[in-house]
């Protein structure tokens, strides 16, 4: 009878044993993928391309969040606490970035450190405003002294924020480095071949005006060739006024501007207001990958957006130029 | 081709080898002749092998080249017909110069400049009060539930804070908050160095800096949701809350869930009790943050301090001390969604507190005698609601015993709406109804105040934590 309960323990130790070290090992192979978190979602969708299977990613924010507005809660530094790459915007966009970093207390990836990576190194920077040549305040709203943050709306940026990640992940996992290189060369060819497909879809309308809620679009723009002309918001991050919304309703009626286009975190009372008084189109865009439910990845986001362009134009019969 | 001829080589000289042989029959070793052949026709099978191998070689290494070079030459198609697009479309473009002027971005990467230097804000917090019944600054200043100045009839600049905020080395940083209050002298709000990156995850402290007793008392007078402290912080903590000296070591602690926990220890020498020498407070706090839903958490802290409350410039009462502990639990709800964060939000923040402090006598021989706690209470709450991108609705409820006087009581009831002009300047109306349950100085009638307050920032600020 004690040899039988005897057995059945040491059955059980052994099994315990073995599971322990199987739930190890399956820790270990996890553990071999680098923890990469990014502050926006467009980020989240490079890196993944990137470093494929070897890198387990996650952002910090979602992609229909106002990317300026986010509560730098301590769960995000315990996240932090575990990465091995960190990737930011850069610029003057995360000011909530620095707390969650010391928050983290992970040296591993704050500023200058091996796991910090800027992915607004080298892109092309618009809008920076310089008022009578060198003046920038605060009654510009809130300007970005650095120049506009949502660069990522041109696809080109995107290769050049895919060659920082691809820089910061190779500093993290040199044995994978060849891996990543050809991940990356094949991103860039990606970019490439839609990019002639966008481009030619957009250009019988280069030159369209259109309304904006908030300048996130200086980069699609300049890329894409539609002008925006005007904003809902004045200035950035200040409530628009209702006289410049008469402004604007005027304008838009004497210069024929037909769309209007809205970020999604951004109120719709407005732009209805606005839209049954001029009967323009408001188009909610997304800038951000998984802005809305249709945009998985970083190429889903120009397709969502040119497609939607695209429609609305010939919606509001605008002529296409050729 | 080549396989083929190979093949057909080797074949025929199989075939005809034999014959070959067979043809020089006078040869006088049949046997060593076998074997010669048997040799040579392994040679053949090896030499027929290694073409193989090689040819194989040959032909996956002109397979890859071609394929390499099918990749090259559609990259090139496609990398010229982008350019061809992209020099067209900057032709385009120059014809519709944007209405505001742009620059190439000389400083990208951000931040990286910044950084060089400190961050430098300053933020002025002005107030205006009506009370009613009526009451002057100085009779204000007198007594009363408004005896602090901050409750008078006047407009003021109640206070200008000066922050300087920045990196020291990639170990440690520095942050230092002087204050003015109605335009008197400055003095140090905050002065502090942490170190960042200390063993076990480790953060340290050091210098004049507010104690972690609780939540609102981390956060500086003109940034909290109302115009003023709720009545327990004062009470409990001091009429503008804890500050001291001292030495705090903070860490996290693991856990399988990965839940936010951490833990601050707190050693602070009094600047209020002309305590010296060993006598310090010894603080401790737990703070837990629980991420509920994408939209919603909840913050939960316990606080724990004791102090020697002892009058110490009599060195013959060295036989017995009496203390003061105090403990502290808070709880903090925010719903924030995150497609919306600009527009709504609500927050739901309680505080408790309790006292027990040791008070009595020495005798003759510097022993304590009749020795009793008094022990007190209090605890505030309060809600507040976004309404509008811009708009801000609260109510907040006080309740407070006195931690030297059991046998009095104060509440306040607090409605108040705040309206966010921009990120840097806020305004705000506040109606206050205060009442004082007294024993020792009974009081008629209630206060009532109604404030008007004005909070602007300029600079850069580092932003608070959640």
Not at chain 2, 166 to 174: E, K, N, Q, T, W
Not at chain 2, 241 to 260: A, F, V
Not at chain 2, 277 to 284: E, N, R, T
Not at chain 2, 295 to 318: K, M, P, V
């Amino acid at each position: 009878m004690l040899k039988n309960k005897m057995s059945k323990s040491v059955t059980i130790l052994s099994f315990s044993i073995f599971i322990f070290f199987v739930s190890l090992n399956a820790g270990n192979a996890y553990a071999k993928k680098l923890k990469v978190i990014t502050t926006s979602t467009d980020l989240k969708s490079i890196a993944e391309y990137i470093g494929g299977d070897k890198v387990n990613v996650e952002s910090l924010t979602k992609g229909y969040a106002n990317p300026h507005e986010v509560d730098a809660k301590p769960s995000f530094m315990v996240k932090l606490r575990k990465a091995d790459v960190f990737i930011r915007i850069g610029l003057d966009l995360e000011q909530w970035a620095q707390l969650l970093i010391d928050g983290a207390r992970n040296p591993h990836i704050r500023f200058g450190a091996p796991g910090h990576v800027i992915a607004s190194v080298g892109v092309d920077l618009q809008g920076l405003a310089v008022r009578g040549g060198a003046m920038i305040d605060r009654s510009l709203g809130d300007v970005h002294i650095y120049g506009n943050p949502h660069f990522w709306l041109d696809p080109l940026n995107g290769k050049i924020m895919a060659q920082n990640i691809l820089e910061g992940l190779k500093r993290n996992s040199p044995e994978n480095a060849k891996y990543f290189e050809e991940n990356k060369r094949l991103f860039d060819k990606e970019i490439d071949t839609r990019l002639i497909k966008w481009m030619k879809r957009m250009k019988p309308y280069s030159g369209t005006n259109v309304i904006a809620y908030h300048r996130s679009w200086p980069n699609f723009s300049k890329r894409f060739g539609i002008n925006v002309v005007g904003y809902v918001e004045l200035r950035p991050g200040i409530a628009p006024s209702p006289a410049h919304i008469a402004t604007l309703i005027k304008r838009m009626k004497s210069e024929d501007i037909r769309v209007l286009i809205e970020e999604p975190c951004y109120e719709t009372k407005i732009p209805k207001f606005i839209s049954s008084k001029t009967d323009a189109s408001v188009l909610t865009l997304p800038v951000s990958v998984e802005g809305l439910n249709e945009v998985k990845d970083y190429f889903g986001l120009f397709d969502y957006i040119i497609d939607n362009l695209v429609s609305t134009f010939k919606k509001q019969g605008i002529t296409p130029n050729d | 081709m080549r396989r083929a001829f190979v093949y057909l080589y080797c074949i025929s000289f199989l075939i005809l080898m034999p014959e070959i042989v067979l043809a020089s029959n006078d040869t006088p070793n049949q046997d060593n002749l076998n074997l010669e052949v048997q040799e040579l026709k392994v040679l053949i099978m090896e030499m027929r092998d290694g073409y193989e191998a090689r040819m194989n070689e040959m032909q996956g290494m002109i397979s890859k080249l071609s394929e390499q070079k099918f990749i090259e030459e559609a990259d090139t198609e496609i990398e010229k017909e982008l350019e061809l697009l992209l020099n067209e479309k900057d032709e385009q473009t120059i014809f519709s110069v944007p209405s505001i002027q742009t620059a190439p971005g000389g400083f990208t990467g951000g931040q990286m400049f910044q950084n060089l230097m400190m961050n430098v804000s300053a933020i002025g917090d002005s107030v205006a009060n009506v009370t009613w019944p009526e009451r002057s600054i100085e009779e204000g200043r007198g007594d009363g539930t408004f005896a602090e100045n901050e409750f008078a009839d006047r407009i003021s600049l109640r206070e200008m804070e000066l922050g300087l905020q920045g990196v020291l080395d990639p170990f440690a940083r520095a942050d230092f908050y002087l204050t003015s209050e109605d335009g008197g002298s400055i003095s140090i709000e905050e002065g502090f160095v942490t170190w960042l990156y200390l063993p076990f995850g480790l953060q340290a402290k050091t210098g004049i800096f507010r104690t972690s007793f609780g939540r609102m008392n981390k956060t500086h007078r003109p940034e909290i949701s109302q115009v003023d402290y709720p009545s327990p912080i004062k009470n409990f903590l001091g009429t503008e809350g804890q500050k001291e000296p001292g030495i705090s070591i903070s860490g996290l602690i693991p856990n399988p869930w990965d839940i936010y926990s951490e833990f601050t220890g707190e050693i602070l020498t009094p600047s209020d009790e002309g305590v010296k020498g060993k006598d310090q407070i010894y603080l401790a706090h737990l703070k837990n943050f629980f991420s509920i839903t994408n939209n919603s958490s909840l913050e939960l802290g316990f606080s724990f301090q004791t102090r020697d409350i002892s009058d110490t410039s009599d060195a013959t009462l060295t036989k017995r001390n009496f203390r003061q502990t105090m403990e502290g639990i808070d709880l903090t709800y925010i719903w924030r969604p995150a497609g919306q964060r600009l527009y709504k939000s609500f927050t739901w923040q309680t505080e408790a507190f309790a006292s027990q402090r040791e008070v009595g006598s020495f005798d003759n021989g510097g022993f304590t005698e009749d020795v009793k706690d008094i022990n007190s209470l209090g605890f505030y709450t309060f809600g507040e609601a976004q309404l509008t991108r811009r708009l801000f609705a609260g109510v907040r409820f006080d309740y407070s015993q006195f931690p030297t006087n059991d046998k009095d009581s104060e509440w306040a009831i607090t409605p108040y709406m705040t309206f966010w002009q921009s990120e840097f300047t806020r305004l705000r109306l506040e109606y206050s109804h205060k009442e004082r349950n007294s024993v020792t100085s009974p009081v008629e009638e209630g206060d009532n105040s109604l404030t008007l307050q004005a909070t602007f920032s300029l600079g850069s600020h580092r932003p608070h934590p959640f």
